[in-house]
């Protein structure tokens, strides 16, 4: 059986959080750098997370202010 790709293993770790309350709609993601350095990836693998979470509608850009979580309600479902 294939491995999980690194991207898709930790954007549903983020959802995770999310669905067990460790962080909630609203909060702010931290930085790509610091992201990459808690995961132990490149900064282009958390790119694609959040170019993935950001497809699903889990997260939101805010040009100079970052990356938010938001509300469960929102969110595109998959298949």
């Known amino acids: 059986m294939p491995q999980t790709p690194d991207y898709i293993r930790i954007s549903d770790e983020i959802i995770e959080d999310l669905h067990s309350g460790r962080v909630q ?7 790509i750098a610091d992201m990459a350095g808690r995961f132990g990836v490149s900064s282009s693998t958390i790119q694609m997370v959040y170019v993935r979470l950001e497809a699903l509608r889990v ?3 805010r040009q100079g ?15």
């Open 65 to 79: 202010k970052g990356i938010f979580i938001t509300d469960p309600a929102t969110w595109m479902r998959e298949p």
């Open 25 to 31: 709609p609203g909060d702010k993601l931290p930085s």
């Open 59 to 61: 997260i939101r850009r």
